[in-house]
């Protein structure tokens, strides 16, 4: 008896109740995949912008629709605690711990690098089999292992200086090569998310997008500005008199910018149809860089108090989070990590003790005991403590952060346990937590050269030479000058060396070599072309490398990047341009790299932005 074919079994629908048919249950099965693949991860970081900048803070002077709608269709986590300035905020994402516990002591000169033997939240996520990139400000190390690329993410567009002087036509890093490119620093960089959206929309992602504005310098596209320019400023500062009415149109114009690039990541995402299964973070690395409205909190940026750390925290998540949420016990920066990794389901890797919870339970909504904690903020040696209703400031004044959170007036007299308590607290936490002077001879001086003696805090050298990433740069700010050689402004971020006139200056980089070979040596240069042929040598131990500034590049400083004057201590930028010297023999080992004058025949020898060294096969 033969056997009917196993389709004849099925029943029989016209084409069109099958067409139907697939359209009801579609959604059904989307649905399904959605919830049971792997959340993508979009983190946005603003820098510099206080919790005061948006709207749905209640400034009512700026427009944020986009950002406010993560937390409108997600969580707010109300009492959102940073760190008073960018490096620190960015190590604590990074790392879930406090800064200090990864060598993270300040901005600049080497101090905001985050140590090698620390594992981040991308090294996390890269281990799981997510496409991981960052597009924007790292400022947690240039050099290799330092660098974006070594600590998780598989591709790095932006820069890695505290801050950047060309918002327009920027020059900017990609994957290890500096580029020129077009048009304004956070449009840029929100195109490069995009296209790393798109080209792994078809497999789990994390995207790191951290914004460069509103920092300094003073620099808005002139559509955002032209609305901001003449408006009238009724939401003042704290202490208004220190408000400068100017700077806060600008710093404004930069948000409602930003803003839009969120909005296009939203679109984007809706165009992929992977909103839904996106989880999205939005916050600041510290309080606002100008005295403006912050809600009557005391302090800006680089202080320690409510105004300085307190910033917006917004996480969506539409397949899984509640939406228009608000948790109101209070959370920092080290609390990222953990909580990233438990709504993803990831493992993490590394085992250095957290300092940061997971704050599922809360985002959630679920029954669970969650008993108060401090959080401790430091800068320049100064430390305060949060709890859930109580302030200690750096000079042991406790506040009652519910009943008076502009802090005025101190409660040491009324709670002295309190007080006691967390004064206690703090003195355990500077123990535990930040370093001690550092006994090594790199620290002392040994082998080091005196202007990096005079000048540096960090005693770790600048690495050298890693074959998985040959290219090494060597910025003006890791470097020392000594001599007549200065820094083109007294901030080392994005600042370049002038001043070169005589054989007896030198600029000096304390180098680490990991990898002994032939390297080739390029500076980025000008020089008027009345002083051409000066002759230079770059030396390392036993080698040395001579060559000749031999034709003059001397254009003048940019006049198209700001929208107001600069602040004090902030370099103007030029076009530079390379000057291969030749090929240089390094070997292995740690000691002073020097670049030094033989010959000057003109008024000076050249200004000097960076110095790139490539491992050669």
């Known amino acids: 008896m033969s056997q009917r074919p196993m389709r004849s079994l099925l029943p029989r629908f016209p084409a069109s109740h099958c067409v139907a048919f697939l359209f009801c249950i579609m959604p059904i099965l989307m649905t399904s995949d959605a919830s049971s693949a792997p959340p993508n991860v979009i983190v946005f970081l603003a820098d510099d912008a206080g919790w005061g900048d948006y709207s749905h803070s209640g400034n009512k002077q700026v427009s944020t629709p986009h950002i406010d709608s993560i937390a409108q269709h997600g969580v707010s986590l109300d009492r959102f605690y940073v760190c008073p300035v960018c490096a620190p905020t960015r190590a604590e994402f990074l790392t879930g711990r406090y800064h200090p516990r990864g060598g993270v002591r300040g901005v600049s000169t080497g101090q905001e690098r985050l140590d090698p ?122 202490d208004p008199d220190k408000e400068d009415i100017n700077e806060t149109r600008c710093v404004l114009a930069m948000i409602e910018n930003q803003d839009a690039n969120v909005g296009r990541v939203l679109a984007k995402l809706d165009e992929l ?85 997971d704050l599922s339970p809360l985002l959630f909504d679920q ?9 401790f903020t430091t800068w320049a040696g100064r430390v305060s403590v949060r709890t859930q209703q109580h302030r200690l400031d750096e000079q042991g004044r406790l506040f009652d952060m519910v009943a008076d959170p502009g802090q005025t007036v101190p409660i040491n007299d009324r709670q002295p346990e309190v007080a006691a308590r967390l004064t206690a607290a703090v003195h355990a936490w500077r123990k535990e937590v930040l370093p001690a002077p550092d006994p090594s001879p790199l620290a002392q001086g040994t082998n080091r050269p005196r ?49 070169w006139t005589k054989k007896e200056d030198r600029i000096v980089w304390l180098i680490d070599v990991h990898t002994s070979g032939r390297y080739e040596v390029s500076i980025d240069y000008t020089c008027p072309l009345a002083d051409v042929g000066s002759e230079v040598a770059l030396s390392f131990r036993n080698s040395r490398l001579t060559g000749r500034v031999a034709s003059g590049w001397d254009p003048p400083l940019n006049t198209n990047q700001d929208t107001l004057p600069r602040p004090h201590g902030e370099s103007q930028l030029k076009e530079f341009r390379p000057l291969k010297l030749g090929v240089i023999q390094l070997e292995q080992g740690v000691a002073p790299l020097t670049l030094q004058a033989l010959e000057i025949p003109g008024k000076s020898v050249m200004d000097v932005r960076r110095l790139t060294l490539t491992l050669l096969p």
């Open 117 to 238: 033997g620390e594992k981040t939240v991308a090294d996390a996520f890269k281990a799981a089999g997510y496409a991981t990139g960052a597009f924007g400000k790292w400022h947690n190390g240039t050099q290799w292992p330092y660098h974006a690329m070594a600590r998780g993410f598989d591709e790095y567009f932006g820069h890695s200086s505290g801050h950047w002087g060309e918002y327009f036509d920027p020059p900017l890093e990609e994957n290890g090569r500096m580029i020129r490119t077009h048009g304004y620093i956070a449009d840029i960089c929100t195109d490069r998310a995009l296209g790393f959206i798109d080209k792994n929309r078809d497999r789990p992602f994390f995207c790191f997008v951290p914004f460069t504005t509103p920092h300094s310098p003073w620099s808005a596209p002139e559509k955002e500005w032209e609305r901001f320019k003449d408006k009238p400023i009724t939401q003042r500062a704290t």
């Open 367 to 375: 029954s669970t005991d969650w008993p108060d904690r401090p959080i």
């Open 451 to 499: 202007a990096a003696v005079a000048n540096a805090v960090d005693p770790r050298p600048f690495t050298v030479g890693y074959r998985e990433f040959p290219i090494t740069m060597l910025e003006a700010r890791d470097g020392e000058p000594d001599g007549n050689v200065r820094r083109s402004s007294s901030a080392p971020n994005c600042s370049f060396f002038v001043n």
């Open 273 to 357: 149809r992977l909103r839904d299964n996106t989880i999205i973070f939005y916050f600041s690395d510290n309080g606002p860089n100008t005295s403006r409205w912050t809600g009557g909190m005391k302090g800006k940026k680089a202080g320690t108090d409510e105004g300085s750390v307190r910033s917006v925290g917004y996480l969506s998540w539409p397949a899984k989070l509640p939406a228009g949420k608000t948790v109101t016990q209070i959370s920092g920066a080290i609390d990222l990590l953990p909580t990233l990794l438990s709504l993803a389901g990831i493992p993490r890797v590394g085992d250095k003790p957290l300092d940061g919870r």
